[in-house]
Each structure stands twice: as structure tokens, then as C-alpha cells.
């Protein structure tokens, strides 16, 4: 058995059963690229709009034939289609937060789109110094207790208050652990 790595082709050979002769087997596929992204890499949805996002790679000669598309919190944003075989899909806002889509076509080759999921009333889970973007200083403007503040962004757990319960989830998101800002 012959395999060829980062490519989807492979050769079998081997012998016949009654040592007759050499059986050979060849599937030829593609080359895949060594990196992929999604664009656009970060997106802010207001609820009710939609994003189409796409999956691209530079290397021209290189092909991605199954993709699978997840969302990390389904809660906050969902991807259309879920399916395999797709470049693009559109990301459905479902209720303000922040998360992440990952396009992944390998374990080891994947994408990752930071979703921001804002209301009508401009309300972003995490932005407690209303600039827009979830980042460290929003963490460490909690941690201050920093005027102005938004009260209702900076609450991330959804407890009441803006506390370092927050910052301290706000900051695991930001280092890319599986958390949900609320």
C-alpha cells in the first residue's frame, strides 16, 4: 500500500491469491492546499442579515472537494447547510453573542471565522467599552471597572452584573477556548 500525503492518491499493490501475478490498483486524486481560509475571516451580523461565507486557498493546482462546516455554538449563529462538498454557505444569525465557524477538510486543515452577533438595540456580548469588537482591553476594562461601561455587553455570563466572572470568560474566549459569550 502506497499512499501519498497531502494529496488524496493511493496505490495498492499486491499479489493474487494463487500467486498468479501482481495485482495493481491506482486512484489518482488531487492535491490539497497546505492552508486554507475562510473569507471573510471575522464578520459582525446585525440579527436579522446574513453572510455568505466562502472557503479559499492560494495554490491554484490544489483542489478541496468535502468541506464540512460547523458552528461552534449553534445558539448564536448557524450555517445553512452543514453538509460536505461546499465552499460556501451563508451564516443565519440566531440571537446576539460571539463564536466561531469552522470550515475543516482534514483534521489537521481547517479555517476558523470569528461570528459578532449584535441586536437592534446594538447590543454585543463583550464589548463592554462599546468600540465596536470583542478584544482584551473589553476583559480588562471589566476588570477595572472602567466609566463608561456597558453594563449589558460586559455581562457575559448573563448573572446580572459585570463582574471578573466576566473578564475571566471573555478573556478564555479570546484565547480560543470553547466558550459561549451570552
Avoid at 460536505?84 to 453573542?97: M, Y
Avoid at 461570528?115 to 465596536?132: I, K, M, T
Amino acid at each position: 500500500l502506497t499512499c501519498t500525503w497531502p494529496s488524496a492518491s493511493c496505490e495498492i499493490t499486491g499479489t493474487q491469491k494463487n500467486g498468479a501475478g501482481i495485482v495493481k490498483v491506482s486512484a489518482v486524486g488531487y492535491l490539497l492546499p497546505s492552508a486554507i481560509f475562510i473569507e471573510p475571516s471575522s464578520v459582525r451580523l446585525k440579527m436579522g442579515d446574513v453572510c455568505y461565507a466562502t472557503l479559499n486557498w492560494l495554490d491554484s493546482s490544489c483542489q478541496v472537494e468535502d468541506v464540512y462546516w460547523t458552528s461552534e455554538d449553534p445558539s448564536i449563529v448557524t450555517c445553512a447547510e452543514q453538509t460536505t462538498g461546499r465552499n460556501g454557505l451563508h451564516l443565519i444569525p440566531q440571537k446576539p453573542g460571539v463564536t466561531r465557524v469552522i470550515a475543516m477538510v482534514t483534521a489537521d486543515l481547517y479555517a476558523v471565522c470569528e461570528v459578532e452577533v449584535y441586536d437592534d438595540q446594538g447590543r454585543l456580548p463583550g464589548d463592554a467599552n462599546d468600540d465596536g469588537t470583542v478584544n482584551l482591553s473589553d476583559a480588562v476594562h471589566i476588570l477595572r471597572k472602567a466609566s463608561p461601561i456597558n453594563e449589558s455587553n460586559a455581562d457575559v455570563n448573563s448573572d446580572g452584573m459585570a463582574d471578573m466572572h466576566d473578564a475571566l470568560l471573555l478573556m478564555q474566549y479570546l484565547a480560543g477556548w470553547k466558550v459561549t459569550l451570552q
